[in-house]
């Protein structure tokens, strides 16, 4: 079976990843998270933002969809996240399901997470916590974060994004990071 037939996938996806899945896949430490700011880049739905926030920690989100309004957001976070689980049921065997009991978990993760998200993204008029923009041409000063992250976008889309583009993404992730900060 050809990566197409078995995840087919037009154009980039936008998921809601939780703070949980985040945490565990990056090894996120409490003593580096509270070192300074942190930059999710291509963040989508994902609730890392929304979570670290509540946790004390000063995060903010970059994705070129956060020009959406709130109900554009809405309805297209909730689009995606049933075409994610129809794509997941439809080849339920071949996924390894170590991580999330079975996909009622997963989807029960991804419905929470997706939910934080809005409610925060709701607010966002006042808390300027969700800020558009596109690699590779992030919208912040240079040396800004202690932590940079990316999670499920450079690597993944080989089609639309080239050697070029994923070099280029990777240096202006570089110029946005403070001296000694890191990016994962
Ligand atoms: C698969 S989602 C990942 C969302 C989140 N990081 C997660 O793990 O759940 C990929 C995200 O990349 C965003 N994206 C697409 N092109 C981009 C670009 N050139 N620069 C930054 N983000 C981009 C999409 O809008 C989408 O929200």
Redesign the pocket.
């Given at each position: 079976m050809s990566k197409a037939e078995f995840y087919e996938q037009v154009g980039?996806?936008?998921?809601?990843?939780s703070y949980g899945?985040?945490e565990k896949m990056f090894l996120l430490e409490d003593d580096f998270l509270k070192k300074g700011k942190i930059l999710?880049?291509?963040?989508?739905?994902?609730s890392f933002v929304a979570e670290a926030n509540e946790r004390g920690y000063d995060a903010v989100a970059?994705?070129?969809?956060y020009d959406l309004t709130v109900e554009q957001m809405t309805l297209h976070g909730q689009k995606e996240m049933k075409e994610a689980t129809k794509k997941l049921a439809k080849n339920i065997s071949s996924f390894s399901w170590d991580s999330y009991k079975d996909l009622e978990e997963h989807d029960t993760i991804r419905e929470d997470s997706l939910k934080l998200f809005l409610d925060h993204y709701k607010e966002n008029s006042i808390k300027k916590r969700f800020i558009t923009?596109?690699?590779?041409n992030l919208p912040f000063e240079d040396e800004t974060f202690s932590l940079v992250l990316?999670?499920?976008?450079l690597f993944?889309y080989q089609k639309q994004?080239d050697l070029e583009f994923h070099l280029q993404?990777i240096r202006e992730m570089i110029r946005v990071t403070k001296k000694g900060g890191m990016i994962r």
């Open positions: 980039v996806a936008m998921t809601c990843r899945e985040y999710d880049v291509a963040a989508g739905a994902s970059v994705d070129p969809l923009g596109t690699l590779p990316c999670n499920h976008f993944l994004f993404a």
